[in-house]
């Protein structure tokens, strides 16, 4: 069965300091990942979403980047992170192909300083 | 285009209650819907998902939803509600590169003893 790992589960960051979260998808082949984040009392914002290795596509302009250096990884970095970077980010998956659910990793609560 | 409208942000049921969740959606093609839950500082879980094979989709955790093609909705009931049914829920359709969905506001769920 697949399933999908996000780390870590809670991070603390100063304002200004880097950022990498990573997600890795077990049990299938060419996904198709995305990730979001979860504002306090709002719904979720796609951030990236990759249909292969080394394709990102950005959905909101923000200091944040996205690399998809393996098949079934994905990271989110910055390089400086601002207060309102703060919230929880969630790592999806789905298989390939048209009309596919997304599964979802446990996120990881983000809170800047 | 696709849209997704869910009305109330927040529904209170007692316990053993009928819950009903509502859900519009806008799509210029045929749409694929889906429910996910998530509880507090989880990922979103698949309740249950439309894929055109039938209009009454049942889920997990005793729920169903009803595809209505008049109605452009696609609302959210479980007969009984359960103490473990306090979440929140989303509403999402399918659409667009990637397999992107796009997500409603989310209803949070409270459930009264």
């Known amino acids: 069965s697949q399933t999908i790992h996000q780390w870590p589960a809670t991070l603390v960051q100063p304002v200004g300091s880097p950022l990498s979260l990573e997600c890795t998808v077990e049990g299938t082949s060419n996904p198709n990942l995305y990730w979001y984040r979860q504002a306090a009392g709002r719904g979720l914002q796609l951030l990236f979403y990759s249909v292969g290795i080394g394709q990102i596509s950005s959905e909101v302009p923000q200091n944040l980047s996205a690399s998809r250096p393996q098949d079934r990884q994905f990271i989110l970095s910055s390089k400086k992170l601002l207060l309102s970077d703060s919230g929880f980010y969630l790592c999806?998956?789905?298989?390939?192909?048209?009309?596919?659910?997304?599964?979802f990793g446990d996120g990881t609560r983000l809170s800047i300083l | 285009a696709q849209s997704v409208t869910q009305l109330g942000s927040h529904v209170s049921v007692s316990e053993g209650a009928l819950v009903l969740l509502r859900c519009n959606y806008s799509?210029?093609?045929?749409?694929?819907l889906f429910w996910y839950v998530q509880y507090p500082n989880q990922g979103l879980q698949l309740l249950l998902k439309y894929t055109s094979a039938a209009t009454l989709v049942k889920g997990i955790n005793g729920f169903e939803a009803e595809f209505k093609k008049s109605e452009t909705s696609f609302h959210l009931t479980k007969p009984s509600a359960h103490m473990s049914d306090a979440a929140e829920y989303f509403c999402?359709?399918?659409?667009?590169?990637?397999?992107?969905?796009?997500f409603g506001g989310g209803t949070r769920v409270l459930v009264k003893p």
């Open positions: 999402a359709v399918n659409g667009g590169a990637g397999n992107k969905l796009t």
């Open positions: 799509s210029s093609v045929p749409p694929y």
């Open positions: 999806a998956w789905s298989v390939r192909g048209g009309n596919q659910p997304q599964h």
